[in-house]
């Protein structure tokens, strides 16, 4: 199997699992798993595929990924309580799938447009957006509510992926350096807090002026 197909079965797979241990920590029944890990596995992909016109999507063209939700959701259902700390794994996962999800989209960007500024935008995107689908959808605070670096560490590996690429690495190589890339940020991010400088509040002012 093709590296790139194995990083896109695993990042559905992982972003499922994510959505299954959301749907577990809000105590929703099987199809509340079912959902939430479909929603969350397939949803960045999806939006890539919408963004660069590959109509149908994937998950239409090979319903193996939505089988691969489901199995996952449905393994979590009989399993998730048996976790101590389920929230804990749910943002190392993301982690992972991020990783994974983030050289895929860049990937199929280069592919279908040759743009590295595309590339860094597909794969941004489908690393990202299922995860914050399942926390919109099951009323989490979003991950990009989180102080520490998110959607900074999905460009990281896409940009390293493109760059490896564009100076003819091997596809092995450019995918694990995006992978590594990526999982270095974001678990840098997670276990020791790393930010970005934030923007300063302005003073305000009173709802009179504004009238």
């Known amino acids: 199997m093709p590296i790139l197909e194995i990083l896109d079965y695993a990042g559905v797979a992982v972003f499922a699992a994510t959505g299954a241990l959301s749907a577990s920590r809000k105590q929703l029944d099987i199809?509340?798993?079912?959902?939430?890990?479909?929603?969350?596995?397939?949803?960045?992909?999806?939006?890539r595929d919408v963004i660069l016109g590959a109509t149908p999507v994937f998950w239409v063209l090979n319903p193996t990924y939505l089988l691969v939700c489901a199995s996952v959701g449905l393994v979590l259902f009989f399993t998730a309580h048996l976790f101590d700390s389920r929230y804990r794994m749910l943002v190392w996962l993301d982690a992972i799938g991020l990783s994974a999800y983030c050289v895929m989209g860049a990937a199929k960007g280069l592919a279908a447009t040759g743009s590295p500024t595309v590339a860094l935008v597909t794969g941004m995107l489908t690393a990202t957006f299922g995860g914050i689908l399942r926390d919109l959808l099951a009323g989490e605070p979003s991950v990009l509510l989180r102080p520490e670096v998110y959607v900074t560490a999905a460009l990281v590996g896409a940009g390293a992926f493109v760059f490896a690429t564009m100076v003819g690495m091997p596809l092995i190589a450019t995918s694990a350096l995006g992978v590594l890339s990526a999982f270095a940020v974001r678990g840098g991010a997670l276990k020791y807090?790393?930010?970005?400088?934030t923007g300063r509040a302005g003073p305000g002012r009173d709802p009179s002026d504004v009238m």
């Open 193 to 197: 807090g790393w930010t970005l400088p």
């Open 31 to 47: 199809i509340g798993y079912l959902f939430l890990a479909s929603v969350t596995g397939i949803g960045g992909g999806t939006m």
